[in-house]
T-cell receptor
Framework: EDQVTQSPEALRLQEGESSSLNCSYT??????LFWYRQDPGKGPEFLFT???AGEEKEKERLKATLTKKESFLHITAPKPEDSATYLC???????????FGAGTTVTVRA | EAGVAQSPRYKIIEKRQSVAFWCNPI?????LYWYQQILGQGPKLLIQ????????DSQLPKDRFSAERLKGVDSTLKIQPAKLEDSAVYLC?????????????FGPGTRLLVL
């Protein structure tokens, strides 16, 4: 069975303190890995899709990378508005559904 | 461009009652998904539609959950009868097509509390 594990569960940062979130996965064959941001009381908001090991994508202070076993979401010089739960999800070669991890809740203090 | 719309936003019911949720996807999106998100967990797919047809309902508890997508646009998800463990956020998402690595766009969700 496909497994997606995110760590840490929660991360508290000072404004400007860079850090990384981890998403490790065990799947039979990866088609794509997705990162979403979810604010309290809202639905997930799409950030990135990564397809192959070595790929990197950036958006403002966020940078996502992918290896054969895991993905990292790097937050550079975070601001309070980066506070949210970050979800990763995988799609396999076998079907279309997304399998989500439990998320990492990031809190950035001013 | 309007996003995915869902209603109601909140619902409180007692166990054994029935409840229905409505979703209107992004215009032109052929694929519609219903997810269940329990507090502290990631979303779990319940059912996926491509136009009117069901693509995947393998994780839908069919003894109590049902969903339909008439005319290939709006969709409703029903729970009858509800159990305490159904308390969760029900998210609707849509994508242009059913395809590999298609980006899914989510609505705000319906928060259900079963007492």
């Amino acid at each position: 069975e496909d497994q997606v594990t995110q760590s840490p569960e929660a991360l508290r940062l000072q404004e400007g303190e860079s850090s990384s979130l981890n998403c490790s996965y065990t799947v039979s064959g990866l088609r794509g890995l997705f990162w979403y941001r979810q604010d309290p009381g809202k639905g997930p908001e799409f950030l990135f899709t990564l397809y192959s090991a070595g790929e990197e994508k950036e958006k403002e202070r966020l940078k996502a990378t992918l290896t054969k076993k895991e993905s990292f979401l790097h937050i550079t010089a975070p601001k309070p508005e980066d506070s949210a739960t970050y979800l990763c999800a995988v799609q396999t070669l076998n079907d279309y559904k997304l399998s989500f991890g439990a998320g990492t809740t990031v809190t950035v203090r001013a | 461009e309007a996003g995915v719309a869902q209603s109601p936003r909140y619902k409180i019911i007692e166990k054994r009652q029935s409840v229905a949720f409505w979703c209107n996807p992004i215009s032109g999106h052929a694929t519609l998904y219903w997810y269940q998100q329990i507090l502290g967990q990631g979303p779990k797919l319940l059912i996926q539609f491509q136009n009117n047809g069901v693509v995947d309902d393998s994780q839908l508890p069919k003894d109590r959950f049902s969903a339909e997508r008439l005319k290939g646009v709006d969709s409703t998800l029903k729970i009858q009868p509800a159990k305490l463990e159904d308390s969760a956020v029900y998210l609707c998402a849509s994508s242009l097509e059913t395809g590999f690595a298609e980006t899914q766009y989510f609505g705000p969700g319906t928060r259900l509390l079963v007492l």
